[in-house]
């Protein structure tokens, strides 16, 4: 796996063009912050300037990350795991006799889950956490003698471990596929997939605002309409497209890519948020101003990742 620092000057010109963009959008925060009179205009501009700034700390960090190496891509990835196991955890109920299995999962599975990834082996990284964590943990929790509301508690540390570290760990794995031609700059098919769960997610918030009327889920998520998630889908299969010269796709095929991380993205946070309302909670956390927990900005991400990697590593990746 090359290193990423130096060997990607798309990556530069990408961050550059995001940091402009962001520059802009707290331009038009700040200005509409000054023309807000209203108390629910105040509200709903401070969100946006929330929103923004949240994201300039984000890209920001995926910024140093992926310019100065795998290593600490790898790296970045795993806290962000880290993290949203430990959200998830919080919010779901344990007990004294889940302590072993969680520390083995934040302190062994969390860490070998990228270490895997680092050296390359994606036969072990395949198959770490659905195989030999599914096993082991329980019955290790079995161990313990504590059997009250056992399969409910292992289920949650299991399904948890699933979305958090194994599907998010399928984005930084794009870094293991050895595509023909396109040595080298396996980066840029991370930033392709983050940049469009991300625009969606934006677009389908900002055509929902603007002409949202039929809820798909009202009781999951009030927010999530048609309008917001055909609109906001549309435009970040559009930006999909344009974006083919940093892939190894045609315009075409990456429309289609664009499509499918789309659609998964949206079930990804449709799901997560059942997830939130069965526990009663609005946000997984608070780690993020303006957007919640680490969950919250990466729900998304967890069930788009591995189907854009499955889909690169079938029809473009050498065997």
């Known amino acids: 796996m090359p290193e990423l620092i130096g060997q990607n000057p798309e990556l530069w010109v990408l961050f550059g063009g995001l940091a402009a963009l962001l520059a802009i959008a707290s331009g038009i925060g700040w200005g ?13 501009i401070r969100n946006l300037v929330e929103r923004i700034n949240a994201w300039w700390v984000m890209v920001a960090v995926l910024a140093v990350a992926f310019l100065l190496g795998r290593t600490l891509t790898l790296l970045v990835f795993g806290l962000m795991a880290w993290f949203a196991l430990r959200e998830f955890v919080t919010l779901t109920p344990t007990r004294d006799g889940d302590r072993l299995p969680l520390s ?39 161990l313990r003698g504590d059997v009250q509301d056992f399969l409910a508690r292992t289920a949650k540390l299991q399904w948890g471990l699933m979305i958090t570290v194994y599907c998010l760990s399928h984005a930084p794995a794009l870094l293991l596929l050895q595509i023909p031609g396109f040595t080298g700059r396996n980066a840029l098919l991370l930033f392709y997939l983050l940049f469009v769960v991300q625009i969606s997610d934006v677009m389908q918030y900002v055509f929902g605002k603007l002409f949202g ?13 048609v309008e917001g998630f055909v609109g906001g889908g549309l435009a970040a299969t559009a930006f999909g497209a344009a974006m083919w010269w940093i892939t190894p796709f045609t315009p075409a095929v990456a429309a289609a ?44 991400v967890c069930f788009a990742a591995p189907v854009f990697f499955h889909l690169v590593r079938y ?5």
């Open 32 to 44: 509409l912050s000054r023309r807000a009179s209203t108390p629910a205009a105040v509200d709903t």
């Open 104 to 142: 083995l999962a934040f302190f062994v599975i969390v860490p070998a889950q990228f270490f895997l990834i680092g050296v390359e082996r994606y036969g072990m990284f395949a198959i770490f956490v659905p195989v030999y964590a599914f096993l082991l943990l329980p019955a290790i929790a079995a």
């Open 213 to 225: 009327r039929t809820r798909i889920a009202p009781v999951v998520s009030p927010s999530k309409t």
């Open 257 to 300: 890519m664009a499509a499918a991380i789309v659609v998964m993205g949206f079930l990804g946070g449709l799901t997560l948020s059942a997830v939130k309302r069965s526990l009663g909670a609005k946000d997984w956390g608070v780690m993020i101003e303006g957007h919640g927990g680490m969950l919250d900005r990466l729900d998304s």
């Open 315 to 319: 029809f473009y990746a050498l065997p």
